[in-house]
């Protein structure tokens, strides 16, 4: 079937292999980054599940590794609520030292000093990157922030790189946390999707081809109306052409886009997830048990209590 679709519609390859969408926007964005990496620091980078912040941040490091003046480390641990300082000095050592047994070094004092002497032996900014850091916790945040004071009088510099969804930003510039967040630098990861629907489109085509032959242009426009994600693009423009080829019609109609559209593809508890808000986490931030969370994101829940949960979900930028 997808080799039928796409030889409907003269589509070369798939979508999803369509390399990283590039426009004046996300290269000043990049050129941003990239400074703020080398300088050292806290460097925050949010956006929605999905919005391509990854593949910005690896396009970002691997020009910094072409220059040769980092070393980027990873924070692998899945678990991160649960991730501690130890682990963040583990994860430093894991990448950086040759002995296979790092234990010696993860005793009191002795990590802080191993970690300054490997930034004078090296001579490099070290980098540690940390996905999903909306999981985060305070205290590692603070410990974060330490840790990045130990190179005031090293040859090299620390930069943590922070990715997540919105509720890291939120996380950040929440009052408890105001010492952390007012000193990273944060950026934010936004795109046009009316822009890159078009422009995936011509990317995965042949040069005779236009967009417009392949869908109409409102059908094009709909989904920076209705998606949010360069993921949910390429899925929903998927589907959409798959069902046109179905019922044998070309180019695609508003109303087939539409019809593929799940109903509740922007409704609250897409949003919160989205926004890396979970269930747990809105039941602690509600004082709620978890089937009044579910009533409410139903639209279920009535009377003063939904009005309450309205304003706390409204505090965190999501409506």
């Keep these: 079937m997808e080799v039928d679709v796409m ?3 003269g589509i070369l390859k798939r979508f999803s292999d369509v390399p990283y969408f590039e426009n004046e926007k996300s290269k000043k964005l990049m050129d941003d980054l990239h400074f703020s990496i080398r300088l050292g620091g806290i460097v925050v980078v949010t956006g929605l599940s999905c919005s391509g912040k990854t593949t910005l941040l690896d396009k970002t490091l691997k020009k910094l590794q072409e220059e040769k003046n980092i070393i980027v480390c990873r924070s692998l641990s899945t678990e991160k609520q649960a991730v501690s300082i130890p682990l963040i000095f583990s994860a430093f050592f894991s990448d950086l030292v040759k002995e296979k047994n790092i234990g010696s070094y993860m005793k009191a004092e002795k990590k802080e000093r191993k970690l300054i002497e490997l930034l ?15 999981e985060l916790n305070t205290q590692t945040f603070i410990g974060l922030k330490k840790i990045r004071e130990l190179d005031k009088d090293t040859e090299g510099k620390i930069t943590f790189i922070l990715v997540g969804q919105p509720k890291l930003s939120n996380e950040l510039n929440h009052p408890k946390n105001e010492e952390i967040g007012a000193r990273s630098h944060m ?10 629907c078009e422009w995936i489109i011509k990317q995965a085509v042949s040069e005779n081809i236009k967009p417009k032959d392949i869908l109409n242009q409102d059908a094009i426009e709909l989904p920076g109306e209705s998606l949010l994600t360069p993921l949910q ?22 109303e087939i ?23 747990r986490y809105l039941c602690d931030l509600l ?4 089937n009044e969370l579910r009533l409410f994101l139903k639209g279920q829940l009535v009377g003063s209590k939904a009005q309450e949960f309205n304003q706390e979900i409204l505090k965190l930028g999501i409506s």
């Design 120 to 134: 004078n032996k090296h001579k490099k900014n070290l980098v540690l990157l940390i996905d999903d850091a909306h």
């Design 287 to 290: 004082n709620s048990k978890n």
């Design 187 to 196: 950026f934010s990861v936004l795109e046009n999707k009316a822009k890159y």
């Design 7 to 9: 030889n409907h519609f």
């Design 233 to 254: 693009v390429i899925k929903y423009l998927s589907s959409s052409l798959q069902k046109a080829y179905m019922i044998g019609v070309k180019p695609v109609t508003k």
């Design 257 to 279: 886009v539409q019809s593929v559209l799940v109903p509740e593809i922007n409704g609250l508890d897409a949003k919160l997830a989205r926004n890396g808000y979970t269930n």
